[in-house]
């Protein structure tokens, strides 16, 4: 081999490594943009839903009510009959069959619907209006185009004589999509079209709250005593390898540990956000201590001694100048340490927010569940509507964490010190 | 109720500092001492003697509480002549006693219900009224005592700052704490579960059927009974697919994360890094639940589909979709610690290469990465660690039979996933199957551990080589 | 004009760092209200000696100190001494200016707030007024004593600590290599400024530069290796050394 054949192998070999390079980053971009793409493009439909166009009279006879009734009345009446009569109205049917083939167009929750309308406009009893009940969820998912239509009867729920149905109604413009209000107020349901993460959200928030308040401060002080006050010696150093260890122990090693000692041994009320949140700030703890241990570190110790000098206290100087300027840092490490706990699921498994929770906790310690469960449970789920739930629900725990990151990000570059 | 003790304690806190400070202030003037420490110490110190003693009076009645009446309650039931009952159903009993009390009971209330609950309601209320008087009392003992030292105490700063430190241990000694509460919670069910089970047949048993174990009591075990049990938690299969599906996962991660790494550090523009870094570490930002889901809609499918038209059979659970995805995840664990080990490396080191008349790539495979290599071990070695560790990913995609088998396309399952799968729905606390998990986490536990501390190893004394 | 009231004065002082002996039994008295320069080669032990008098050597884990340091016959080198009122008495000037990340004002009232030394707003305008006067900085920054300290030039941020310093109204005040990080003309102004001080406070100063020393100081220690090799005033130690080893390192043979 010549010399310049030689050279000429060696920088083909170059090209070839550096391509190696790129494709990798390009990979790995590429799944990114792949992912999000999938959430994206089969979630962004739940955010609406289809309604059917239902012409209600309110008059007192279908009501069984006195006229000028109270808003107790209003409550306690029977919808059921009236409501039933509206859905007749929308589409001309024979016989029991085709009666119940119709109801099914609907969600099982009409009547409430038709109820909580009137509960809140009152002024309408006497009157006739049109209704926008929502329809039921295989309606829903055909009305998106989402339902396989074209497999033959047998094989799918919807039968011809309500896709006959559908088709006429959307002929005479009685079906609409509008903005999915259900998404965000209502906890699960077994159905889709009603299911919400409204309970999620109150859960994921509550569970948060509690892991802030009690990471945060002991995490804070236990980095400005490692980092500041304590003695070289043997305790420390087991604390900090103590520390280290358990930042990377598996987060459902946490689970466990919420399920031996917060639930059996202290008797905590299961499948609430108290306990997660405690599980949670226990696992948050020392991710949260590292970065904190870091920006403190960062402040010159030239400051310190400035403090000293003119007669500060160890502790003033700590409390008056150190903590101060690290508080950005430590703050930025804590929104990434939360961002995470957000979005953990196995120890939340472990210790019962897998619980099926129709209401909305009100209180920390009401059974609950969190987004990221809220996204194991229905991805379980066989129906069809709950693939777009599930996929809208990790659109809006992503947007919390993107938000968060960005808050973190946003805190550093602005308040980054260059020494 | 705690909430209005709580702000009370605020309240009376303040109050002492307000009064401690004003008081030192009065002491000074009058008897124009010099005192030690700025006024506002003093009222530090009495807020301190206020709240601190309350506060750990509370926190420690608030932990007890609960498990002090049910053991109460249990004890009045266990009592009873009429019937014996089992700690279990003591238990059973107690939930619906605490849901009678709570106004959320449904089902039909027995007269032993009826009468728990109402003894449940006096245990509460007795709880509730000494509580606040011990707590009452406690704060009007440590105030007056907080005032009698006041006029005599000339270090009040120096006080104030040594519970501030005290304070700032305690809150360190957490940690320490978390990994004890770790360590026993699995330790403790781990002992109960190999009093039952033989350890080696627990670590040597290669047929895992948790399903079969049905005997409740785990200490009370037939020699028949065990000869069944024996081969229901032999967790060779466990063991095997974590490992299956750990090393699928860095045979993607790998690759890609350790080249793009090395791009990073190398050849990417100062533009090309501050875009593409922060795309690729979104990738460690995703929860793993969106991981598994994504693995169960999309990538299973896929191969399934994939795998029919090639006449391969797949299982819509695979051991490939769940490794690959994983792999994924594990991508920026990879490349950023690897990218940071490279960057550590001088270049001096460089330079030496560049000088003898070296490409890039031949600097960075002869020079660099022999440099660089004990941190790149340590770093897929955390990535390892990560990778049998991950759940979600794993329960949502890669199935729950126990099958021991290399075949990437089949299902298999992990110790995570069996422990999820042992510890969702009704469990009865005392039975083998529960504690198995227990037995799983600990085993765990213990191989992340020493996966961290070799990986520690590595990196530290890479360090050590080049700061 | 050489002043005979002994300020400081050490008595067999040695100082560890872990197994490391930095000092070994240094004698020296520092007299009231003059300046008393130190010097040496680097890592003789100069600065380990003046951060022993204000203690701040406790800073460090591993140092240990024996043997006795009095300031105004009081022992500093004592458990029982509240290092907090030492520092109070005992201002010290850094070789890096370090002024706090915060405003000009905020920089100087930080001392005297902790030790109450202000009552009220007024009180305080006066000392950081003051303390900006002494310390000769007070015409150049008056108007924008809400702009932060580190936006300040090299010479007037270290004019700034020796402010900050002095806020406290401290007896004594070390000077660490003040001048190493600045420029001539900041130098200058600086020992301008020590002149000044020396009227009101007992300065010790380390300095690398022996024609500092000669200018601002009235009296000399050299160390060396830890020791100190010979003290006395500055005229005789740059005229007329007692020991041959400072007049080889005066003339240069050394250091």
């Known amino acids: 081999m010549t010399k310049e054949e030689r050279i000429k192998k060696r920088y083909n070999a170059e090209k070839r490594f550096k391509l190696y390079g790129i494709t990798s980053v390009v990979l790995a971009i590429l799944f990114v943009v792949f992912l999000i793409h999938v959430i994206f493009s089969k979630g962004s439909s739940a955010f609406q839903k289809t309604t059917i166009n239902v012409e209600l009279n309110f008059t007192l006879d279908s009501l069984y009510l006195d006229p000028n009734p109270s808003k107790d009345d209003l409550e306690n009446v029977e919808y059921y009959d009236l409501a039933i009569e509206s859905l007749l109205k929308v589409y001309q049917v024979n016989g029991l069959k085709e009666e119940k083939a119709l109801i099914n167009l609907f969600s099982p929750d009409y009547e409430y619907e038709v109820r909580d309308f009137l509960i809140k406009n009152p002024e309408f009893i006497n009157k006739k209006t049109i209704l926008k009940l929502t329809a039921s969820d295989d309606i829903d998912q055909l009305h998106k185009g989402n339902y396989p239509r074209h497999l033959p009867e047998d094989r799918r729920r919807i039968n011809d004589f309500q896709l006959m149905m559908y088709d006429k109604l959307v002929e005479q413009n009685k079906i609409d999509k509008i903005f999915n209000n259900y998404l965000f107020q209502k906890g699960d349901s077994r159905n889709p079209e009603l299911a919400g993460i409204g309970g999620a959200l109150v859960g994921s928030f509550f569970t948060i709250i509690i892991t802030l308040l009690l990471s945060f401060p002991i995490a804070i ?12 010696n043997r305790v420390t150093d087991f604390i900090e390898i103590n520390i280290n260890n358990l930042a990377a122990v598996p987060s459902i090693v946490f689970g466990l540990l919420g399920l ?58 700590v409390m008056h100048h150190v903590v101060p300027l690290a508080i950005p840092g430590t703050l930025s490490g804590t929104i ?17 927010m897998v619980a099926f929770v129709v209401d909305i906790p009100s209180i920390p310690t009401d059974p609950s569940a969190s987004l990221p469960v809220q996204v194991y449970l229905w991805s379980e789920q066989a129906e069809r509507g709950f693939v777009e739930k599930t996929s809208a629900t990790i659109m809006i725990l992503l947007s919390f964490l993107i938000t968060l990151n960005f808050i973190a990000v946003y805190l550093r570059q602005k308040f980054e010190r260059k020494w | 109720m705690n909430l209005v003790i709580l702000i009370l304690i605020g309240i009376f806190s303040y109050t002492s500092f307000i009064y401690g400070r004003s008081r030192i202030k009065k002491i000074t003037t009058s008897q124009s001492i010099k005192i030690n420490a700025l006024p506002n110490y003093y009222g530090y110190y009495l807020a301190l003697w206020c709240a601190l003693p309350s506060l750990i009076i509370l926190l420690v009645w608030s932990i007890f509480e609960a498990s002090i009446i049910k053991g109460l309650i249990s004890q009045t039931l266990s009592q009873n002549e009429l019937n014996v009952y089992t700690s279990d159903q003591i238990n059973l009993i107690y939930q619906k006693i605490v849901s009678l009390y709570n106004g959320n009971f449904s089902g039909t209330i027995t007269n032993e219900i009826k009468q728990g609950a109402e003894d449940y309601k006096s245990f509460l209320s007795i709880a509730q009224s000494s509580k606040v008087v011990l707590l009452l009392s406690t704060a009007i003992l440590t105030i007056t005592y907080g005032i009698k030292r006041i006029s005599k105490n000339n270090k009040a700063r120096h006080d104030v700052e040594k519970i501030l430190t005290g304070l700032l241990f305690v809150c360190s000694l957490v940690a320490i704490l978390t990994t004890l509460g770790i360590i026993f919670s699995l330790l403790f069910e781990s002992i109960k579960f190999f009093s039952a089970i033989n350890i080696f047949d627990f670590l040597f048993g290669t047929s895992w059927s948790p399903q079969r174990a049905f005997v409740r009591d785990a200490s009370a075990i037939s020699a028949e009974e065990y000869a069944d049990l024996k081969n229901a938690f032999g967790s060779v299969p466990l063991f095997a697919g974590t490992a299956f599906i750990a090393l699928i996962a860095m045979t993607v991660a790998v690759p890609i994360g350790l080249f793009s790494g090395i791009y990073m550090a190398e050849y990417a523009s100062i533009k090309v890094r501050k875009f593409s870094k922060p795309i690729i570490e979104i990738l460690a930002g995703i929860p793993t639940v969106v991981y598994g889901f994504f693995a169960a809609l999309t990538v299973g499918p896929f191969f399934r589909e994939f795998g029919e038209k090639l006449g391969l059979e797949v299982s819509s659970e695979s051991a490939l979709a769940a490794g690959l995805v994983m792999g994924v995840m594990i991508i920026p664990y990879v490349s950023s610690l690897s990218d940071d080990v490279i960057n550590a490396v001088p270049q001096s080191l460089r330079d030496g290469s ?9 600097t960075i495979k002869r020079v660099v990465i022999p440099a660089a290599l004990p941190g790149i071990v340590g770093s897929i070695l955390l990535a ?48 083998p199957k529960t504690q198995s998990a227990f037995a799983l986490g600990l085993t ?8 961290n501390y070799i990986a520690l190893r590595f990196v530290k004394k890479y360090r050590e080589k080049y700061d | 004009m050489i ?37 040496g080669p680097s890592g003789c032990g100069k600065s380990t000696f003046i951060r022993c008098i204000n203690r701040m050597n406790d800073v460090i884990d591993i140092c240990k100190i024996d043997g006795s340091i009095k300031i105004d016959d009081k022992e500093i080198i004592d458990n029982n001494v509240d290092v907090v009122r030492l520092r109070e008495s005992i201002g010290m000037v850094f070789q890096k200016p370090n002024p706090f990340p915060k405003s000009i004002y905020d920089n100087i009232s930080y001392g005297p707030s902790i030790h109450g030394l202000a009552d009220n707003k007024s009180d305080m305008d006066k000392i950081v007024e003051n303390s900006l006067k002494k310390a000769a900085l007070w015409e150049e920054v ?5 702009e932060p300290g580190t936006g300040l030039s090299g010479g007037q941020q270290q004019r700034l600590c020796i402010a900050r310093a002095i806020s406290v109204n401290p007896e004594v005040i070390l000077m660490d290599e003040p001048c190493s990080a600045l420029d001539p003309i900041a130098t200058a102004k600086i020992e301008e400024l020590i002149d000044e001080l020396k009227k009101s406070y007992t300065i010790v100063i380390v300095t690398h530069s022996m024609s500092q020393a000669v200018r601002v100081s009235q009296r000399t220690g050299f160390f060396h290796l830890g020791k100190i090799i010979e003290v006395d005033t500055t005229e005789k130690i740059f005229k007329n050394p007692g020991n041959q080893m400072t007049q080889d390192y005066i003339t240069g043979r050394f250091g």
């Not at chain 1, 002080?221 to 500041?228: P, T």
């Not at chain 2, 765990?444 to 996966?451: R, S, V």
């Not at chain 3, 008056?142 to 809400?146: A, F, I, M, S, T």
């Open chain 1, 221 to 232: 002080f236990a980095s400005i005593y490692l980092e500041e006050f304590a003695p070289k």
């Open chain 1, 260 to 317: 031996g000692i917060l639930l059996s041994t202290f008797d905590l009320p299961r499948s609430t956000p108290l306990v997660a949140g405690i599980t949670l700030a226990l696992m948050t703890l020392p991710r949260i201590i590292i970065p904190c241990r870091a920006s403190l570190k960062a402040v010159p110790p030239s400051i310190r001694e400035g403090a000293l000098a003119v007669g500060a206290s160890k502790v003033q100087s």
């Open chain 1, 336 to 352: 990434i340490g939360l961002a995470q706990a957000l979005g953990e699921t196995a120890p939340l498994i472990l210790i019962g």
């Open chain 2, 354 to 362: 560049y000088a003898v008349g070296a490409t890039k790539s031949e």
């Open chain 2, 384 to 431: 390892v660690s990560r990778a049998i560790g991950e759940t979600m990913i794993v329960v949502m995609a890669a199935g729950l039979a126990a099958n021991l088998t290399i075949n990437p396309l089949e299902s298999t399952t992990t110790i995570t996933t069996q422990i999820v799968m042992l510890l969702v729905g009704d469990q009865e606390f005392d039975s």
């Open chain 2, 444 to 451: 765990l536990f213990f191989a992340t551990l020493i996966l």
């Open chain 3, 3 to 39: 002043s005979n009231n002994i300020k400081i004065k050490t008595q067999d002082l040695n100082v560890y760092y872990g197994e490391k002996q930095a000092l070994f039994n240094v004698n020296l008295d520092i007299h009231s209200k003059e300046v008393t320069a130190l010097i």
């Open chain 3, 142 to 146: 008056k108007d924008r004593l809400d």
